[in-house]
């Protein structure tokens, strides 16, 4: 009888132990130091928001350099459009400005007309002319500003005289006998004059269309 008693109680002890030991590991689950599972979530819930926090900052930042990278590019873009806008105008103004000099320095009238093919276009004086211009190193298209010259001083006449000046000759020479440089015959042959007419307009003008042109201006050359 002692033996079952004593069984019994071992038994009973044993099984109070048991629950003990499952109360005391739940307790232990429990406890604030045992409880990882509410912890680690914490932790993770804070790191997701540390996450979302730089990743937000990262993407405010990259937007925000873009912009400025945008302005930044605008800008030097609008100086560059504007430099070239304000070279064209200074190029334009300066082009309207040489137009407009070459129209205020254009005599009315003064047109030399069409350019000879070749001396043979002229006779008399004004053939002796085209050809002595071509020896003195003028082009064909000085002849028409030449031809006109010299039939406004003289109509090409060798013995043409001005009483009122004292002006001879196919190119007017004043006075006359200057034309003796490039001949003893100025007074009468037409190729002494022309000869000389062509050195004094080279000269002084440059070329017959230069001589013309002082003509149209000033009644003289």
């Known amino acids: 009888m002692l033996r079952t008693l004593t069984r019994i109680g071992c038994r009973t002890f044993a099984v109070l132990l048991l629950f003990a030991g499952v109360a005391a590991g739940i307790q232990l689950g429990l ?18 928001a540390r996450a979302e926090d730089q990743e937000r900052t990262t993407r405010d930042w990259w937007r925000e350099y873009a912009e400025s990278a945008a302005d930044s590019d605008a800008e030097d873009k609008a100086e560059e459009l504007t430099k070239i806008v304000g070279e064209q105008a200074t190029t334009a103004d300066e082009e309207y400005e040489r137009r407009k000099e070459e129209k205020e320095n254009e005599i009315p009238g003064v047109d030399p007309g069409e350019i000879p093919d070749d001396c043979d276009e002229y006779s008399g004086n004004r053939a002796v002319g085209c050809t002595l211009l071509l020896k ?5 298209d000085q002849m028409p500003c030449l031809d006109k010259l010299w039939d406004k001083e003289s ?14 000759g196919i190119p007017q020479a ?14 009468s042959n037409a190729a002494t004059q ?13 070329d017959p ?3 013309w042109t002082h003509s149209v201006n000033n009644g003289w050359y």
């Open 31 to 48: 406890a604030p130091g045992g409880g990882h599972d509410d912890r680690d979530t914490r932790e993770t819930a804070a790191d997701s």
């Open 136 to 140: 003195e190193g003028f082009g064909l």
């Open 155 to 168: 109509g090409w006449n060798e013995k043409a005289y001005n009483s009122g000046s004292g002006a001879y």
């Open 174 to 187: 004043l006075p006359g006998d200057k034309m003796a440089s490039s001949g003893s015959d100025w007074e």
């Open 194 to 206: 022309i000869d000389w007419g062509l050195g004094y307009i080279k000269g002084r003008y440059g």
């Open 209 to 211: 269309c230069g001589a």
